[in-house]
């Protein structure tokens, strides 16, 4: 089970401003790409789940996930995940072509084939959206401040994966109040952003 606080921010000012806030805890700035699957019978999204593929910066890494039973309440989200790292090359392969997804070598992939039944049809591609990532840590926690672009438009968040969200989540309002940081609450994760077309 993966819990994150998610923090929806306004706009790209308010974006660069906590990025200069956060310089002095700055760690890495990841680009990533996510590609999403589903069965061609959409037996992953009827079951509330999706795979995901996502490259990192030039393609050196690539990391297949398997997402379920997203809840997302008052910041925090709860979702089923399982991750499993594949060979770049492999994945770029699946995305030209899904079919290639039934003979990938991942307990993950293993796993939407098998516990989910996607039938001998395969898995279809959904598409994606490209994000970068910047890591802070910063009291203790790793905070993750997103700048997600869609085709119709970007969205701009701060998330920490916490043992202990509510906890994390007090010391990050915190510090975005004493700041003067506006943030509301996310409502939706990225993925049922980009599946709805729209922006929240």
Known sequence: MEVEVKLKLPDSTTHQNLQALLAPFHVITHSQYNTFFDGASAELSTRRAVLRLRFYGDNSKCV???KAKAVLVDGVSRVEEDE?????LVGQECVRDPTHLRSVESRVVKRARDEFGVSEKGFVCLGGFRNV???YEWKGLKL???ETMYDFGTCYEIECESTEPDKAKKLIEEFLMENGISYSYSEASKFAIFRSGKLP
């Open 133 to 135: 990532r910047g890591v």
């Open 144 to 146: 993750e401040l997103d």
């Open 64 to 66: 297949v996930s398997l």
């Open 84 to 88: 499993d790292d594949i060979d770049p």
